[in-house]
């Protein structure tokens, strides 16, 4: 039988925990200083900081991963009867395991076999396999966990706009140390296009 008739996911449906970060940067040192037109390696450690809070940044206007992570989100409930999971940040890869608390209380694992994952398109999808539907909770949040992981392999298969947008925060926070965390007025339209390219 489908599960009570609850409302459907939106934005604020899921809360997201990273369980593996990415084990890579989406630019190096390297690039930052090519960036930056800067020579020696000296504060090689600073820019790997804001290559990283530039990324982090980017994922979080674009509801992406751009970089290999392992995400587990939960929710209240499953969605109604046969809707879909929207997994909540792309592109998703693979899905790990979905687990839930039963009526009773009791965590349970859902079989693989009674659902179908899609990732051909974004957002990637979980379906409940034909003539069945999502079970129902004990209703207390975090009662459904998703695992799932998104984000390419590798820094080189990530999007080149993604890679020119956090070059372009990194290296003003570079430069200008004052305003770190900061776009400038006159660098806003650049970042909300690329931004704004990049959403899904």
């Known amino acids: 039988m489908a599960g009570p008739e609850l409302y459907l ?5 899921w809360r997201l925990k990273v369980v593996t970060p990415p084990s890579v940067e989406i630019l190096t040192a390297e690039d930052l200083r090519a960036q930056c037109r800067i020579d020696i390696p000296d504060e090689d450690v600073l820019s790997l900081r ?28 499953f969605p109604r009867g046969v809707q879909p999971i929207e997994l909540p940040r792309a592109t998703a890869t693979a899905v790990t395991s979905i687990t839930y608390r039963d009526g009773l209380g009791t965590l349970q694992t859902l079989d693989p076999s009674s659902y179908v994952v899609d990732l051909g398109g974004e957002p990637g999808l979980v379906i409940p396999a034909i003539n069945t539907y999502w079970p129902t909770t004990d209703a207390r949040p975090g009662a459904v966990t998703v695992t799932f992981t998104a984000g390419a392999a590798t820094a080189a298969d990530v999007d080149p706009l993604a890679r020119q947008a956090v070059a372009m925060v990194a290296g003003h926070w570079f430069v200008y140390r004052a305003l770190e965390g900061m776009i400038p007025p006159e660098k806003q339209i650049a970042w909300d296009n690329l931004v704004n390219l990049l959403r899904w």
Do not use: H, N
Request: proline content about 3%.
């Open 9 to 13: 996911p939106d934005d604020d449906y």
């Open 50 to 77: 804001f290559i990283a809070g530039a990324r982090k940044m980017l994922e979080s206007r674009t509801r992406r991963c751009f970089l290999a992570t392992t995400l587990a989100a939960s929710a209240t409930w």
